[in-house]
């Protein structure tokens, strides 16, 4: 497989696993509020889409080249280039935050539902649910840190457990 086909394929990946995530994550939290639940998707695809990239993304080395997950294109699209002296106050105060609140919102709305209403279907989604986080941390660490040179200033490429890429 060309460098060019594989990137492109783990970035698919990457993003699928994400995207299936957020909404799983989202469908968990509808069975806790369905108003919670519109509250969650509109939090991750406006932070995800926009603040993120504004935030963290113009700051990193890859804004212009291309990076492993391919978000680099949307802040290039939508906003001029930062600095890379902001990038890891910023990755670490706010992008680490909202990684987390984005992935551990559903596991409460989920366990607080379980706990009031059990039921083996919402039992069989959050078993779902955490195996695709897990594979998101798996695939964003194998595919994405390991290979990322930010890995070195953000705090989740720090402490990201999947290192056996050389990175560039
Ligand atoms: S590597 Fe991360 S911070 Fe850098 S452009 Fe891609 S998504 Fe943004």
Do not use: Q
């Not at 460098?3 to 492109?8: C, V």
């Not at 955490?130 to 964003?140: E, H, Q, T, Y």
């Amino acid at each position: 497989m060309s460098p060019g086909l594989r990137g492109r394929w783990k970035m698919i990946v990457e993003n699928l696993l994400l995207l299936a995530t957020i909404l799983l994550g989202g469908l968990g939290i509808w069975f806790y509020s369905p108003w919670l639940s519109l509250l969650y998707f509109g939090f991750a695809g406006v932070v995800h889409l926009f603040v993120l990239r504004k935030l963290i993304c113009i700051n990193c080395i890859h804004f212009k080249d291309g990076c492993h997950i391919g978000w680099n294109r949307i802040a290039f699209a939508l906003f001029s280039k930062g600095s890379i002296e902001n990038f890891e106050e910023r990755m670490n105060k706010i992008g680490a935050p909202i990684w987390i609140v984005t992935f551990i919102w559903p596991i409460i709305a989920l366990a607080r539902t379980l706990i009031t209403s059990f039921s083996v279907s919402l039992a069989f989604i959050t078993v779902f649910y955490l195996l695709l986080v897990i594979a998101s941390l798996f695939s964003l660490g194998k595919l994405g840190c390991s290979n990322c040179e930010m890995s070195k200033k953000c705090l989740i490429g720090k402490i990201c457990p999947v290192k056996s890429v050389k990175r560039r």
